[in-house]
């Protein structure tokens, strides 16, 4: 028998609003640890991006603090986070759930101007959706005073340990009530995962909603090896498929080189990492979660933790680093039980080396020679000749301006989906990684 929304707890103005967005019967995480969330104890979750967590940890504190006044200052729930766009993504799945309840939200991120921030957390707010350095920055300022925060929420908790957020974790936790409920979601649980665990958790429940790795037995692995003289048209002939398709190139210039080159070629391509404007970020993932383009290319700290639904190609432009950066990459498609394609390009006398990292990762990619007009790069990938035509990115229309993320004026309920609508755009800052 499965279960409902009402069998979890979960208040009927509450389950309205989720109803407004087509929300009508829990995912399995949230079926898991709604009633550990509501009830105020720990929890220790190993859930993926796109599992439907947000709403899991985000009703159980909705309704905790849905009658409970604000204070200048000093909010009452912290959902920490490691990347802007992940931010995002949590405050437009919370922002219907919290209106509902009559509970504020301000989100608190890098790349966003100080003074609505500041403004926002001085009038009160109940909850705050935060990346770690900014939260850091403002604590530093006397801009918001933790000492209240009863509910903490540590959404992709390895992955802010990977990005070097831990010991800045480490100091927001300090500031937080001591014997406050602690929920940390995780894809994987490794040994700084458990040493937040064992420092900061009483008793957790634990729940095991994801394998420790993506899902590699529902994706097709491919290494295609190409001269570099062909590389640039193989990718433009890739990239001119049809579905939605992410490039992961090693840095933020080969970014920018990359989009530039689709771009001139007639493929609808956005750049997304660590060096553009928030706005540009923004607007990238937007035009990709809405059909305005067709391909990402992004470093792999700016796609960390960003679900965008119904990627079905993941091409590796430069190899990774090592086997948990090719488990990520791939992660961003197989989502929700359905397939991918994995391709990673390399040159052939890389092949061996290649081999080695996928067999780390628990792969076993089959390895073909490529030229551009290759009937197996069709096949494997669905390349064809792009137009040759440069894209020109249209025009936003007025009615979809963009609003205010963090003060609750935004489209009309009703109008959100729980995944988040994502972001594609310019801008150049050469050579730095993410």
Same mark, same amino acid.
């Given at each position: 028998?499965?279960?409902?929304?009402?069998?979890?707890?979960?208040?009927?103005?509450?389950?309205?609003?989720?109803?407004?967005?087509?929300?009508?019967?829990?995912?399995?995480?949230?079926?898991?640890?709604?009633?550990?969330?509501?009830?105020?104890?720990?929890?220790?979750?190993?859930?993926?991006?796109?599992?439907?967590?947000?709403?899991?940890?985000?009703?159980?504190?909705?309704?905790?603090?849905?009658?409970?006044?604000?204070?200048?200052?000093?909010?009452?729930?912290?959902?920490?986070?490691?990347?802007?766009?992940?931010?995002?993504?949590?405050?437009?799945?919370?922002?219907?759930?919290?209106?509902?309840?009559?509970?504020?939200?301000?989100?608190?991120?890098?790349?966003?101007?100080?003074?609505?921030?500041?403004?926002?957390?001085?009038?009160?707010?109940?909850?705050?959706?935060?990346?770690?350095?900014?939260?850091?920055?403002?604590?530093?300022?006397?801009?918001?005073?933790?000492?209240?925060?009863?509910?903490?929420?540590?959404?992709?908790?390895?992955?802010?340990?990977?990005?070097?957020?831990?010991?800045?974790?480490? /100091?927001?936790?300090?500031?937080?009530?001591?014997?406050?409920?602690?929920?940390?979601?995780?894809?994987?649980?490794?040994?700084?995962?458990?040493?937040?665990?064992?420092?900061?958790?009483?008793?957790?429940?634990?729940?095991?909603?994801?394998?420790? #790795?993506?899902?590699?037995? =529902?994706?097709?692995?491919?290494?295609?090896?190409? #001269?570099?003289?062909?590389?640039?048209?193989?990718?433009?002939?890739?990239?001119?498929?049809?579905?939605?398709?992410?490039?992961?190139?090693?840095?933020?210039?080969?970014?920018?080189?990359?989009? /530039?080159?689709?771009?001139?070629?007639?493929?609808?391509?956005?750049?997304?990492?660590?060096?553009?404007?928030?706005?540009?970020?923004?607007?990238?993932?937007?035009?990709?979660?809405?059909?305005?383009?067709?391909?990402?290319?992004?470093?792999?700290?700016?796609?960390?933790?960003?679900?965008?639904?119904?990627?079905?190609?993941?091409?590796?432009?430069?190899?990774?680093?090592?086997?948990?950066?090719?488990? #990520?990459?791939?992660?961003?498609?197989?989502?929700?039980?359905?397939?991918?394609?994995?391709?990673?390009?390399?040159?052939?006398?890389?092949?061996?080396?290649? /081999?080695?990292?996928?067999?780390?990762?628990?792969?076993?990619?089959?390895?073909?020679?490529?030229?551009?007009?290759?009937?197996?790069?069709?096949?494997?990938?669905?390349?064809?000749?792009?137009?040759?035509?440069?894209?020109?990115?249209?025009?936003?229309?007025?009615? /979809?301006?963009?609003?205010?993320?963090?003060?609750?004026?935004?489209?009309?309920?009703?109008?959100?989906?729980?995944? =988040?609508?994502?972001?594609?755009?310019?801008?150049?800052?050469?050579?730095?990684?993410?």
């Amino acid at each position: 028998m499965s279960m409902s929304f009402a069998d979890l707890g979960v208040p009927a103005r509450l389950i309205q609003s989720l109803e407004k967005a087509g929300i009508t019967e829990p995912f399995p995480v949230q079926v898991a640890t709604i009633p550990d969330a509501i009830a105020g104890r720990d929890i220790l979750a190993r859930a993926r991006t796109g599992s439907g967590k947000t709403l899991a940890f985000g009703l159980g504190m909705v309704i905790q603090l849905k009658d409970t006044p604000t204070r200048p200052l000093q909010p009452q729930g912290l959902i920490l986070v490691p990347t802007r766009e992940l931010a995002m993504q949590v405050s437009d799945a919370m922002r219907p759930i919290a209106e509902a309840a009559g509970v504020r939200t301000r989100l608190v991120a890098g790349g966003m101007p100080y003074a609505k921030q500041i403004e926002a957390i001085r009038r009160g707010t109940n909850i705050v959706i935060a990346t770690p350095g900014r939260l850091n920055d403002l604590v530093s300022k006397g801009a918001v005073d933790l000492s209240r925060v009863r509910i903490t929420v540590l959404d992709e908790a390895d992955q802010m340990c990977d990005m070097g957020f831990l010991p800045q974790v480490r /100091e927001i936790l300090d500031l937080t009530r001591r014997g406050g409920q602690r929920m940390l979601f995780s894809a994987t649980l490794g040994r700084d995962v458990d040493g937040l665990v064992r420092a900061y958790m009483s008793a957790p429940a634990r729940h095991e909603l994801a394998p420790e #790795h993506a899902p590699v037995e =529902s994706m097709e692995h491919h290494i295609m090896l190409v #001269h570099p003289a062909d590389k640039r048209e193989v990718l433009a002939r890739i990239a001119a498929r049809e579905g939605r398709t992410i490039l992961f190139a090693r840095t933020q210039a080969g970014v920018d080189r990359i989009t /530039e080159q689709l771009i001139a070629e007639g493929v609808a391509a956005g750049g997304l990492h660590g060096g553009k404007t928030q706005a540009v970020r923004t607007r990238t993932l937007k035009n990709l979660q809405d059909g305005v383009t067709t391909a990402l290319v992004a470093t792999d700290v700016a796609a960390r933790g960003i679900h965008v639904d119904g990627i079905t190609l993941v091409v590796q432009v430069d190899a990774p680093n090592g086997p948990k950066d090719y488990l #990520h990459r791939a992660g961003r498609t197989a989502r929700a039980g359905e397939t991918g394609t994995v391709v990673t390009l390399a040159h052939p006398k890389s092949q061996r080396e290649l /081999e080695r990292l996928t067999g780390r990762a628990g792969v076993r990619p089959k390895v073909t020679r490529v030229r551009p007009a290759d009937e197996a790069l069709a096949l494997v990938t669905g390349a064809r000749q792009p137009s040759g035509v440069p894209w020109i990115e249209p025009k936003p229309k007025r009615a /979809e301006r963009s609003f205010d993320r963090g003060s609750g004026r935004g489209p009309k309920r009703g109008s959100w989906t729980p995944r =988040s609508k994502n972001v594609s755009g310019g801008g150049k800052r050469p050579t730095r990684r993410g």
